[in-house]
């Protein structure tokens, strides 16, 4: 788990800062994004395997930059963190792709458990594609 | 488990392109994994939705308070686990069941809709002057204001001048701000109990509420209507401004003193106080009323009622009737000198006069307390505590005949709204007396009070104190918990019994936690008073010495009614003690749950046979769920295809048996890197595996038991000979039986001869995540043998609390949701039965057969595992 590449996007310093630290003690680096618009320009960077976003930002909303994460990246796994539970949020979002959607605050061990499941399965997706790849190659 | 992505990469490295011919082998174990990892998100999503379910149910019976926000937030988890459930059903089924996000979304809006209700926006005047309000428009000016409005234009009592900010206004400011969703995202950080918490949340809105300019219309709007009433008043003059919430003081609740109410306040300061006001919509012990009470947020406007300040010689409460009695016909006046504020907040003595209802009122009991105190109004603004002047300590601060007048009034108004009334007034220095509002008052049944042989029965304990007056019945026990401070109160345990001074205000947000209260001080007309009777608290106040005769921890009863408080347990008075009850049960928060739970509680589905066991015949989320996880595990059965894995990754297990046993490590199964192309038990790590390794050797396989001749030949008839069946041929013993394991996860195909079983677990220390499935199917023998064999498998399982379905000779069992150990044991028994029944089917040549060897397994099982009783 320690070389997963994470982003974290949340517009409170604080939140990102403390979710950053904690994940540091359990040698997890992620890198922060204060914006949607800031993620997104990242994301078009450099790759990443699984992103948390919060879903109530200003400018570029959560929902947005999951929308857009998706079409830059579409193998990366995207967690949306809610501090307003709204089942009508959380069905757009899942519609939309996000691995999950969970509700603030969250406990960090379950959200661990959840990146966790998430890279674990942007590894089977990107090894299908793989695998499919070379099937096209050899015929 | 993220040993994987190297095992990808090493795979991808030692792989020759060559290899790569028709089936892949790197496709069939990715195949593997993505079942895997489809299965047990299916697994732990479907266990997700039924223990929120499960929580949503208890919420509606436990005596715990809940709000919306733990509605919306297990609302929105099932949502999305049961969008996901649907979504990996999907993916393993390649769409076979897409209709299932229609029949889904026709339930969650409707769930979406409860939860959003169905608030009006406000829409109106941002301002009202007090001559405009009558009680019909409670929903625009708060009832406090819309009664006040009434008492002066219907009833034409004397009220101050004043006018009352709307709930438009309210509204106005918070779209203005944006403030309500910044608000609810507060509110569910919120953790019940967690008084810390409640702190903090609520100093953080008030500052949000503060902070927030209003719109430039609505401080122009409240300047105008304060200039208006100078008019009136025809001279400069301070107001006062209270607090007056849509819902607030009606019969069921009375939000008494949860708002805050500011006294004399001067031009400069309206919009600061305005904004106060709205603020203590987020006080502390308004946070903890409405949860409690069940009420929601966003349905409580908040409307302010500003008045022309009063510079009351003498000020109090009164009550139209005892609020601890209803069939004491009386009236109850609490006086003070000053400002009545002391009353309500309990800090001064006051006197307290009750007098008949009938004609002419006769002052029944008169009790004059020393008041050395009394606020008045500051000069510029503000109030203050003053010295009262030597000689008028212990005169009461009313005369008899205000006394009487005071209760003429109160009749009125009682007769007026038609229910007891809860009255605050004011004596002008001209003597002429002011109502400030008049609210119905919390009565109490006598379903409290403990019935007569119980108080009167003979109390063994030393008393600690006697005296006080009863503000709610009721017997309690409990450790004493004495409050001095804020501070004292985020240490209040709950059960304990609240001692404190004074029974200030915001004690009242533990007051759901408490088993009783005591106080020094304080009468039955304050807030918390009010609130302890909403509660059914048993409240003992004005006893003078409890903070001196009560330590923390000391463990007392509190008898309110007997006006006594004893050392230790009570007995005989806690016997007919009455039971808390839910104060929420009907509250707009309760009806809320239950509505929603309607959409997702019920189970239709309960037969899989049935013909509405389909997409179509989900009416609730639990039916899709259990649609769902059904169709998923069929699906997982079906998955017939024969596992062939290549001689490179699959490691032959070293172990003295003629049967040969391929191991696959998906991840994390083997102690270390294996070389070569065996592997040796000791270096095998996968729970599952050796749980189930163990069943399988526990009771060494003696060869097939005798076969009759009925049975050989019924063998022969079915025309496949087994030779696995025959010692000493045995070339069938070839045949490969594989485990794919992981640390946690094993799955088990193994064919012998006839028999085809699959067995796949997880095993780890989340117990929602575990689980057992296992199937078997196949066996010569004619029809009558199998079902017999099928019986005798299904008997077994039962026996150790597996579900067990029966689909003619394919039995499929499943056991889920159990601690790790449990399940080891049930995966030994799997083990064995995989090994020592796969050729009963020739010997079972009766019904009575079956029944024997179940005990004869049972009893070889009880050499290796614990029988169920």
């Given amino acids: 788990m320690e070389d997963i590449r994470l982003l974290l996007v949340d517009d409170e310093e604080d939140f990102r800062t403390t979710l950053a630290n904690r994940l540091k003690k359990r040698k997890i680096d992620a890198t922060g994004a204060g914006s949607g618009s800031e993620a997104i320009e990242l994301v078009r960077l450099r790759s990443f395997d699984v992103a948390i976003v919060d879903v109530k930002m200003p400018g570029i909303d959560g929902i947005e930059t999951l929308r857009q994460i998706k079409q830059i990246s579409p193998l990366m796994e995207v967690i949306m963190l809610t501090g307003h539970a709204s089942v009508e949020s959380g069905i757009e979002g899942m519609k939309l792709g996000a691995y999950d959607y969970l509700m603030k605050p969250c406990d960090i061990d379950e959200l661990l458990l959840k990146v966790g499941d998430a890279y674990h399965r942007k590894l089977v997706q990107e090894e299908r594609i793989h695998q499919a790849e070379l099937k096209q190659e050899g015929r | ?493 709950r059960g304990a019994v609240l001692v404190a001074m004074n029974p200030l205000p915001q004690w009242a947000a533990v007051l759901n936690s408490a088993a009783a209260v005591v106080t020094d001080r304080g009468g039955i007309t304050g807030h918390l008073a009010a609130v302890a009777r909403e509660f059914k608290v048993p409240a003992l106040l004005g006893t003078s010495t409890a903070t001196r005769e009560i330590k923390s921890g000391d463990l007392i009863t509190v008898d309110a009614d007997g006006g006594k408080v004893y050392a230790g347990r009570a007995e005989s008075l806690l016997q007919k003690a009455s039971e808390r009850v839910s104060l929420m049960k009907g509250s707009p928060v309760y009806v809320t749950l239950e509505k929603v739970l309607k959409y997702i509680a019920p189970l239709n589905l309960t037969d899989p046979d049935a013909s509405n066991f389909r997409p179509q015949g989900c009416q609730t989320i639990h039916d899709i769920t259990r649609f769902a996880h059904e169709m998923s595990l069929r699906e997982l059965f079906a998955y017939k295809k024969e596992v062939s894995f290549p001689e490179h990754l699959a490691k032959r297990l070293v172990f003295d048996v003629p049967m040969q046993w391929w191991v696959i490590d998906l991840d994390g199964g083997f102690r270390k890197e294996i070389e070569g192309n065996t592997v040796s038990l000791e270096d095998i790590t996968s729970i599952p595996m050796l749980a189930l390794w163990k069943g399988i050797t526990a009771v060494p396989w003696e060869g097939p038991p005798p076969v009759n001749t009925k049975g050989f030949l019924s063998i022969i008839y079915e025309s496949t000979m087994d030779t696995s069946l025959v010692p000493g041929i045995g070339s069938r013993f070839a045949e490969r039986n594989y485990f794919i394991i992981s640390r946690n996860f094993c799955h088990l195909s193994s064919r012998f001869g006839f028999h085809f079983s699959t067995v796949e677990a997880f095993l780890s220390d989340s117990v929602a995540e575990n689980y057992i499935c296992f199937n078997f199917k196949g066996g010569a023998a004619d029809h009558t043998r199998k079902k017999r064999r099928v019986n005798l498998i299904k008997a077994l399982l039962e026996k150790f609390d597996f579900w067990v379905q029966v689909r003619g000779d394919l039995i499929f069992a499943r056991l889920e949701r159990q601690e790790q150990d449990f399940l080891k044991q049930r995966l030994k028994v799997i083990g064995y039965l995989t090994m020592h029944t796969r050729q009963l089917d020739m010997t079972l040549s009766n019904n009575g057969m079956v029944n024997w060897y179940v005990q004869e397994m049972l009893k070889q099982i009880s050499s290796f595992a614990a029988i169920p009783q």
């Fill in chain 2, 1 to 493: 488990m993220f040993g994987l992505k190297e095992f990808f990469k090493k795979l991808r490295g030692v792989k020759p392109r060559e290899a790569r011919e028709e089936e892949s082998p790197d496709a069939v174990r990715l195949a593997f994994t993505n079942r895997y990892l489809n299965f047990k998100t299916l697994l732990s999503t479907n266990n997700k939705v039924l223990e929120i379910i499960t929580d949503m149910e208890q919420a509606l019976v436990s005596s715990h308070s809940f709000g919306m926000s733990f509605i919306r937030a297990n609302c929105t988890a099932i949502s999305v686990n049961m969008y996901k459930i649907i979504q990996t059903l999907n993916e393993i089924t390649v769409g076979r069941y897409r209709e299932l996000f229609e029949v889904f979304e026709d339930i969650w809006v409707k769930i979406d809709q409860e939860l959003k209700g169905k608030k009006i926006p406000a829409r109106g005047d941002l301002v009202f002057p007090l001559e405009a309000v009558d009680k019909e428009m409670a929903d625009q000016a708060g009832s406090k204001m819309a009664n006040l409005g009434e008492i002066k234009n219907r009833i034409g009592l004397s009220v101050p001048e004043g006018f009352v900010i709307t709930a438009t206004a309210y509204d106005r400011l918070l779209e203005h701000n944006r403030l309500q969703d910044e608000i609810n995202r507060r509110i569910q950080f919120l953790e019940p109990e967690n008084i810390a918490r409640l702190y903090e949340t609520s100093a953080d809105i008030h500052k949000l509420i503060i902070n927030a300019p209003l719109p430039l219309e609505l401080e122009e709007a409240i300047r105008q209507a304060y200039q208006d009433v100078i008019k009136k008043v025809g001279r400069g003059a301070n107001v006062s401004m209270r607090s007056s919430a849509i819902g607030e003081d009606t019969k069921e609740a009375s939000f008494a003193g949860q708002y805050r109410s500011i006294l004399n306040v001067s031009p400069d300061y309206l919009i600061l106080s305005y904004k106060e006001i709205l603020a203590s919509k987020y006080s502390v012990p308004a946070i903890a009323y409405r949860l409690n009470k069940g009420f929601r947020d966003e349905d409580i406007g908040m409307c302010v009622g500003c008045m022309a300040m009063i510079d009351a010689k003498a000020g109090g409460v009164m009550y139209s009737t005892d609020p601890a009695n209803i069939r004491h016909e009386c009236i109850m006046i609490n006086a003070v000198w000053g400002l009545g504020k002391s009353v309500v907040d309990g800090s001064i003595a006051p006197d307290l006069f009750v007098l008949s209802k009938g004609d002419p009122k006769i002052i029944l009991k008169k009790e004059v307390s020393t008041k050395g105190q009394k606020f008045v109004c500051h000069a510029e603004e503000g109030i203050c505590r003053m010295e009262v002047v030597e000689k008028e300590k212990d005169d009461p601060a009313i005369t008899d005949e205000q006394a009487s007048l005071l209760a003429e009034l109160a009749l009125r108004l009682e007769r007026y709204f038609g229910c007891p009334q809860d009255i605050e007034w004011a004596i002008e220095p001209d003597g002429s007396i002011r109502i400030l509002q008049s609210r119905p008052l919390m009565v109490i049944g006598q379903d409290l009070a403990v019935p007569e042989e119980i108080a009167e029965s003979k109390v063994d304990l030393p008393v600690i104190l006697a005296g006080g007056v009863t503000a709610c019945p009721g017997v309690a026990t409990g450790p004493a918990f004495v409050v001095k401070t804020t501070v004292d109160m985020l240490q209040f345990p």
